[in-house]
């Protein structure tokens, strides 16, 4: 290769390079900001972190697997998977083909390297010992070709997303779409320019072979220069919008991903790792299908996407309303690519609102409470009783008090196990704080979390039995309770079922279980609950399950959705639910109970209820096997 | 009068109706799914504000209506639509040719258990209005009166008025309903004390105010105004109501020997049955809806169709009695019309 120019300089590359020192300056000052809005002992975690070898692979391993290959996006859909890591894997294997094509084949490079490994055909001509450098210029073209391909399916996407496994899709705003026609037409226009130059500069087979078939219009080297021009230009214009656009979650998530690796946590509502979270969405609109508000098409404008978005604005009102109307499901959560934390930031968003009351539940005197649960009696076992016996506290919550039969089965199913228990709250407890706490009054729920923690401190018990999962994250989350393991009746049951605590007769019955919120997302409790049906009848599975089952509707988390509005969500759960026709829909949670069996066509049920039908008490002679 | 005139439910207002028709000269056919006639008022033992006895009602009209054809333990199995007329195929295989129905299909009692939170159904010291008036005609109920009685719980708007049990509109009768069974228990057991839990006590009838007066003053039963927010049950099986009292702003706790729901009225599945198949449309509150709700609530927008009683919402005794008067006099007149 030998230069065509001996300045090696052309006006053109003006655009790009004044684009990139802005977008790369912006973008260090944001990192920089963001940085230094972390809380002190967050900042700290954060760079240990960097240079622990542990989670600076992984930190790589992300940035590699999420932000070029988009593995999320390929699990649910291959299409959209391609679409994405064609563009971002193929655009960085450009810019890495052309950084290297650049070491080799030039010296004395000083300014040049700003532009040189973007604009090098132009301002080089092949020469006869440059056939060593075909496998480049075929990567080049490769590459290129990926991206286009990329591009073409962006173009289809727009059109028709449901080829992409999507219903709906963002509404782009002014901006984005400036940016995003200025990054379709980046790729067109460098094939178009490298052309141009394929019979100076050398090419492969996709700008050589161009540049032969239309070779009256692309060897006329008048031509050559607007093609520069046009593409430099559509680069410049891409990195000036660029920090303005959902784009700028190219750069964020490259931090997000390193601050999340470290364990960081939300805690201002707008700065430090919000902040990260809010630029990185990509508004791809991912969450917008997932939301069970969805059902309602006025309830779009109310997804995660549009959160971040608002808060972008600084749209205080729509950011208020926003997160008040959630339920707080966490799907948007569990199926964003990015990792935008939809739950945790609304809760963010309310914690800093201003009230002019303030509950004090410091107060409260637990003597009582405290005497009351410390009050143990043996099941009726006996057989059974012999084996290791932990002192089982059973806080119900208020929702259980609501559907007493959960409260009434769970009691016989401890009962038939012989397991010596007590009830917390037999007479009316002190709240376990969830609702208060998704409210974003973290001190009062604190408040309440003290006064539960010497209540079962003080109860002598070993372990915390809970049937509403809504108690049971608040537990496993914010409570510290040395030496009393946490635990949800499902899991509890699935305990005693193998460990032949309790005898199950088997039948045909073929049952759904609908993953409550707060116990499948919220605390990643799937399998016992399917192992102890499974154990009870047929399981058969819901459309949409697991990680991605849909919220019942009844949720506290939505401080502003009226009853009425919520029927066709819980209809739309339903629907889901019954998709296999189970015999009888089961839950695990009071709430969703409660709601499903208002609009059910069949039979809801707790799981403790189809347990306390199906069980009876082990004998002697089946613990001794 | 060679007219057939159908009237589907047999109870008092299919009655009534019947009785009239029959004093006009027609021949009307009744067509009930149970095995006797009377409805919920059979079911029933003694009726506000006089303490009539449900019985007497009931057979008086069972005896005015005995001359017309009553097909008892019969459903309607479908019904086709003719040009000017319905051919109504029953259960036992006969099949009507009319132009004339009545729909006397009345209203279900509301499922208490789906209130999961009074615990019908999970408790055994809980039990409904009906479920005491059952006791009250044949004192076969293990859960009362073989305990002690000494209190006792009434809760009022138990699947009324009550959107999350989808049921908005309000049942009328069972505020002076629990006056009435409070009144009732409380002669039976005059040592116990009874308690109703209100929100509203509507009180619009011809002596309802006098009763609940009496029930206050002369029987010393205790009006708590405030919805009951949870009952759970004791060691020994009794019941404990927690409510809040909203005239004092004071929560209330008490243990009850027995609660009893006043559930309210819906719209019975055999009435949304019928309108399914004549295809009639239902009113917002989920009863039947009438051609108009003030001028003329007898009528069904569909020709030849007619109510009578609770079909279209929750209505007292007096009250479903005139307007099978009314349909009958209605349909007498429509025929008239017919033969001109």
Avoid at chain 1, 73 to 92: P, T
Avoid at chain 1, 151 to 162: D, P, Y
Avoid at chain 2, 97 to 121: C, H, M
Avoid at chain 2, 186 to 199: A, D, H
Wanted: glycine share 6%.
């Amino acid at each position: 290769m030998r230069e065509r120019f001996l300045t090696g300089y052309n006006d053109f590359v003006l655009p790009f390079v004044c684009g990139m020192l802005f977008v790369i300056i912006y973008c260090l000052a944001g990192m920089i900001r963001i940085i230094m809005q972390l809380p002190v002992q967050d900042r700290k975690k954060f760079f240990l972190s960097l240079i622990t070898p542990k989670t600076l692979i992984k930190d790589i391993k992300d940035i590699f697997l999420k932000c070029l290959i988009h593995v999320d996006l390929w699990k649910r859909n291959k299409l959209l998977g391609y679409m994405h890591s064609s563009i971002a894997f193929g655009w960085f294997m450009l810019i890495v083909v052309g950084h290297i094509e650049v070491i080799l084949y030039t010296s004395n490079l000083g300014a040049k390297a700003l532009y040189y490994p973007i604009f090098f055909r132009y301002f080089v001509a092949e020469t006869e010992s440059t056939m060593r450098g075909s496998l480049i210029f075929f990567l080049m073209d490769f590459f290129l070709l990926v991206v286009l391909s990329g591009i073409v399916l962006a173009i289809i996407k727009r059109v028709r997303s449901r080829l992409f496994g999507m219903r709906r899709t963002t509404n782009p705003s002014f901006l984005d779409l400036v940016g995003l026609y200025s990054l379709w037409s980046i790729f067109p226009l460098r094939l178009l320019a490298e052309s141009f130059t394929a019979d100076i500069s050398g090419g492969s087979f996709l700008t050589k072979s161009l540049n032969y078939v239309f070779t009256e219009f692309l060897s006329n080297h008048a031509n050559m220069l607007p093609a520069w021009w046009a593409y430099s230009c559509a680069l410049g214009i891409f990195f000036f919008v660029l920090p303005f656009t959902r784009y700028m979650h190219i750069p964020t998530e490259i931090l997000l991903i390193p601050l999340r690796n470290a364990g960081i946590r939300i805690v201002n509502a707008r700065k430090g790792l919000a902040k990260a979270q809010v630029y990185a969405c990509p508004s791809c609109g991912v969450c917008i299908d997932a939301c069970p508000m969805g059902v309602q098409k006025g309830n779009i404008k109310d997804t995660t996407v549009y959160l971040n978005r608002q808060i972008k604005r600084n749209n205080e009102t729509r950011i208020e309303e926003i997160s008040d109307k959630c339920l707080l499901c966490g799907k948007c959560t569990a199926v964003c690519p990015v990792g935008v934390e939809g739950d945790k930031l609304r809760i963010a968003q309310r914690s800093i609102r201003k009230y002019s009351y303030s509950p004090d539940y410091s107060n409260i005197d637990v003597a009582a409470e405290i005497n009351a649960c410390n009050n143990f009696v043996s099941g009726d076992n006996n057989n059974v009783s012999s084996i290791e016996n932990k002192k089982v506290l059973y806080f119900a919550g208020c929702m259980t008090a609501l559907t007493p039969a959960i409260r009434k089965t769970t009691v016989s199913i401890l009962s038939k196990a012989g397991i010596s228990y007590s009830m917390m709250d037999k007479d009316g407890g002190i709240c376990c704080g969830r609702p208060i706490f998704m409210a974003g009054r973290f001190d009062q729920a604190k408040q309440l979390v003290e006064k539960n923690t010497e209540i079962i401190m003080n109860s002598g018990a070993d372990i915390l039995l809970l049937t509403c999962p809504i108690c049971y994250k608040i537990f496993r989350e914010k409570y510290t309770l040395p030496g009393i393991e946490i635990i949800h009746h499902t899991e509890f049951i699935e305990r005693l079922i193998s460990s032949g605590r309790i005898k199950i007769s088997k039948d045909t019955t073929r049952y759904v279980f609908h993953d409550p919120c707060e116990l499948g997302r919220g605390c990643g409790v799937y399998e016992q609950p399917r192992k102890v049906l499974a154990s009870a009848g047929n399981l058969v599975e819901a459309a949409k399950n697991r990680q991605e089952s849909i919220c019942c509707g009844g949720s506290l988390g939505s401080l502003t959705l009226g009853f009425d509005k919520r029927r066709a969500m819980t209809e739309n759960a339903l629907a889901n639910l019954v998709s296999d026709d189970p015999d009888r829909i089961v839950t695990a949670c009071p709430l969703c109970l409660d709601t499903f069996a208002r609009y059910s066509d069949r039979p809801v049920e707790d799981i403790s209820q189809v347990i306390d039908r199906v069980s009876v008490p082990a004998d002697k002679k089946r613990n001794d096997n | 009068m060679k007219e057939n005139i159908v009237i589907i439910g047999g109870g008092i207002a299919g009655l009534e109706a019947a009785a009239q028709l029959l004093d006009l000269g027609y021949k009307p056919i009744i067509i009930e799914k149970n095995d006797h006639l009377g409805g919920h008022v059979a079911d029933w033992n003694k009726l506000f504000p006089d303490m009539t006895p449900a019985n007497d009602v009931v057979s008086s009209l069972v005896a005015r209506a005995a001359d017309a054809n009553i097909f008892l333990n019969t459903e309607i199995s479908f019904v086709n639509r003719l040009n000017d007329s319905y051919n109504i195929m029953l259960s036992n295989g006969i099949s009507i040719i009319t132009r004339i129905i009545l729909l006397a299909t009345g209203f279900s009692l509301f499922d208490a258990s789906r209130k999961e939170e009074y615990g019908y159904g999970v408790y055994d010291q809980v039990i409904t209005n009906k479920d005491l008036e059952h006791w009250f005609n044949t004192g076969d109920d293990p859960r009362i009166g073989d305990c002690a009685m000494n209190a006792v719980g009434f809760v009022h708007c138990v699947g009324s008025r009550d959107e999350k049990a989808r049921n908005s509109q309000c049942s009328k009768v069972c505020c002076i309903t629990a006056v009435k069974q409070a009144i009732e228990l409380k002669q039976m057991f005059p040592e116990s004390m009874v308690y109703c839990f209100y929100m509203d006590l509507r009180m619009f009838g011809k002596k309802f105010e006098d009763f609940y007066i009496s029930a206050q003053r002369d029987y010393g039963i205790r009006f708590i105004r405030g919805r009951v927010s949870e009952v759970s049950e004791n060691i020994d099986g009794r019941v404990i109501v927690k409510a809040e009292d909203t005239l004092s702003g004071k929560p209330v706790k008490v243990t009850l020997d027995l609660l009893v729901l006043m559930a309210g009225m819906v719209c019975s599945p055999d009435s949304t049955k019928v309108a399914n198949m004549t295809s009639l449309p239902l009113d917002s509150d989920g009863f039947l809806k009438s051609r108009d709700n003030i001028a003329d609530i007898i009528d069904s927008p569909r020709e030849g169709i007619f109510y009578a009683g609770a079909c279209t919402g929750p209505k007292t005794v007096p009250e479903t009695l005139a307007e099978a008067r009314a349909a009958s006099l209605k349909i007498h007149l429509y025929i008239k019309g017919l033969e001109k």
